[in-house]
Structure formats: C-alpha cells, structure tokens
C-alpha cells in the first residue's frame, strides 16, 4: 500500500473528515486514483500561530463567512481537532488512517463549492492547485510510528516494523 506524508494538523484534519481535498500543485497520478493510501502525519513541527489563528478563524466563521470559507475545512469536524492539536495532542511522525484518493479536481472549481466567488479570471485555472478529494476515511485506533518520505512511498510491511527505529 502508498502512503503519503502530510503536515500536522492537515492529515489529522484529513483523517478527521473535516478536510475534504487534499491539496498539491500536481494531479494526483492516474494509477493513484481510486486506490486507499495510508495518510502519514509528518514529523515537521508545527506552525502554532498559524494553526491557533485557523482555530480562531473557524470559530467566528459566521463574523468572517467567506475567509473560513476558503480555507475549505468542515469547521465542526475541524475545531476539535484544531483544539487537541493547541493542547499538543496531535500524533507526529505516524501512519494514523488511510483513505481513497478521488478523482482531482482544479482548487478554484473546489473553492466554489465552499462558497467562495470565483475570480473571472479564465487564466486561473491553469494555474490553480489541484484538489485530491479524500474518501472512504478510515481511521487507525492507535497511530503507528515511523518515519515518513516526500510524494508517494510504500508503507512498510508489519513485520518490518518489529526492531524498527524511529
């Protein structure tokens, strides 16, 4: 199985529900498409006044609609998982549920979705991030240490886990 590496909060908002896409400059590739990955929190630490500033954005969504609008979180299924990670309860550095990858979408056609108005712009979409979207989530009880690689890499094998250093 593929894994993917993801920066903390967003795999934990992923695996939460409350992220819908995930976001990467390039389509997901075509062989990934429909297949269940393992989403792999990163190591990298934390932007804290970024996450606490999201925190606080998605909380006065109704004062601020359309900028909690772009972030194109579920705010419910976010805050709670916003609010562990600002009591540094998020898993690092581990494997913490898979997911299937749909089919990608341009981030402008997503933004839309979310309510927030689109530029007139017909040069933008050539230019704009692509949207994986993230089915089927299936969270992990426990999350599983171990160490994580840029783009696409495989998920080690259980056995290859006993001994293994982190």
């Not at 089915?135 to 999350?143: H, V």
């Given at each position: 199985?593929k894994?993917?590496?993801?920066?903390?909060?967003?795999?934990?908002?992923?695996?939460?529900?409350?992220?819908?896409?995930?976001?990467?400059?390039?389509?997901?590739?075509?062989?990934?498409?429909?297949?269940?990955?393992?989403?792999?929190?990163?190591?990298?630490?934390?932007?804290?006044?970024?996450?606490?500033?999201?925190?606080?954005?998605?909380?006065?969504?109704?004062?601020?609609?359309?900028?909690?609008?772009?972030?194109?979180?579920?705010?419910?299924?976010?805050?709670?998982?916003?609010n562990?990670?600002?009591?540094?309860?998020?898993?690092?550095?581990?494997?913490?549920?898979?997911?299937?990858?749909?089919?990608?979408?341009?981030?402008?056609?997503?933004?839309?979705?979310?309510?927030?108005?689109?530029?007139?712009?017909?040069?933008?979409?050539?230019?704009?991030?692509?949207?994986?979207?993230?089915l089927?989530?299936?969270?992990?009880?426990?999350?599983?240490?171990?160490?994580?690689?840029?783009?696409?890499?495989?998920?080690?094998?259980?056995?290859?886990?006993?001994?293994?250093?982190?």
């Amino acid at each position: 199985m593929k894994a993917l590496t993801i920066f903390q909060p967003w795999a934990s908002l992923v695996i939460a529900g409350a992220k819908p896409y995930e976001f990467r400059k390039w389509r997901a590739p075509a062989s990934m498409i429909g297949q269940r990955i393992v989403i792999h929190a990163a190591a990298r630490k934390v932007d804290m006044i970024e996450a606490g500033d999201l925190f606080a954005l998605l909380s006065l969504r109704e004062k601020f609609p359309t900028q909690a609008a772009e972030t194109c979180l579920i705010a419910e299924r976010a805050i709670p998982v916003l609010n562990r990670l600002l009591q540094d309860r998020l898993p690092m550095a581990a494997g913490i549920g898979t997911a299937v990858i749909g089919e990608p979408r341009l981030g402008t056609r997503i933004a839309e979705d979310f309510g927030v108005p689109r530029a007139n712009d017909s040069d933008r979409d050539q230019h704009a991030n692509w949207g994986w979207p993230m089915l089927e989530i299936d969270p992990w009880p426990e999350p599983i240490p171990t160490r994580g690689m840029q783009g696409f890499w495989t998920w080690p094998e259980p056995a290859e886990f006993i001994g293994a250093p982190l």
